[in-house]
């Protein structure tokens, strides 16, 4: 709980330092009858800003990859935060901020499980095989098009409630709802794609694994989505206002 809290207030702090120094450096001066020049400019100085933002969460989910911040640890389990950062790009940054971050998430996914391989890393690498177990294509598929539609949706569907009035619930709701539909997009495919060779992997019958997973889902997955909720409410509260005036 203390590394939780740690952690959210340190995000907070380095993103408001991020767009305090990013509003100073591209501040716009605006006349009564701006020159094309000077709309060219600010259109361009937008467009730089929204490069360092997503620059930015992009840099924060590589972080929490490749350190221990990626995983909070709460009674017997570990819950992952990777996700967090691509659902609030897409809620912050839109449809491509989210999918950008998201496949950062992606390709990150790709390269630990290729370099740091477990028994099951072959279900998001092509590049690892163990004995009789290889990835293939769909590796890749599972490894990016879950963490992309993630921040995809993320954007959807907390543009559909802020265009309704309810940011505070829609960011709650949409972290909660993305993050369980990511684990299961995730784990349905391990399903369809690798049923056979997970289970073999993991030990257990193949017509044990939609057990497994289901447990998964109803464990690990429901924690990650309350965790997800908890950082990301607070957080758009308090950098939405923040955005608008970079922006």
């Known amino acids: ?18 767009l305090t120094m990013s509003n100073i450096i591209f501040k716009t001066l605006h006349s ?29 989910e590589v972080l929490l990859m490749f350190t ?7 009674g017997p389990m570990k819950a992952t935060t990777m996700h967090i950062p691509v659902i609030l790009a897409g809620m912050l940054l839109g449809v491509k901020g989210g999918a950008i971050t998201g496949l950062v998430f992606g390709l990150g996914s790709v390269l630990i499980n290729t370099i740091t391989p477990t028994i099951t890393s072959f279900v998001f690498t092509p590049f690892y095989s163990l004995g009789e177990y290889h990835g293939n ?18 954007a959807l ?6 265009k309704r009035n309810h940011n505070v619930a829609g960011s709650a709701v949409t972290a909660l709802v993305c993050t369980i539909m990511h ?36 464990t690990n997955s429901v924690l990650e989505a309350i965790l997800a909720t908890v950082v990301t409410t607070p957080l758009v509260k308090v950098l939405e206002p923040m955005m608008k005036k970079v922006m």
């Open 1 to 18: 709980m203390i590394a939780f809290v740690k952690l959210n207030g340190d995000f907070i702090t380095s993103i408001k330092v991020i």
């Open 32 to 60: 009564k009858e701006a020159t094309v020049e000077e709309k060219e400019m600010n259109q361009s100085s937008k467009k730089t800003k929204y490069l360092v933002l997503v620059t930015m969460f992009c840099s924060i």
């Open 68 to 74: 221990p911040l990626g995983f909070i640890p709460i």
């Open 137 to 154: 294509l769909m590796s890749l598929v599972i490894a990016i098009g879950p963490r992309v539609l993630l921040g995809v949706m993320s």
């Open 157 to 162: 569907l907390y543009t559909w409630f802020k």
């Open 183 to 218: 684990s299961v997009l995730v784990l349905g495919m391990i399903y369809l794609f690798f049923g056979p060779s997970y289970a073999a992997a993991k030990g257990v019958d193949v017509s044990e694994l939609f057990v497994l997973l289901m447990g998964l889902i109803t």
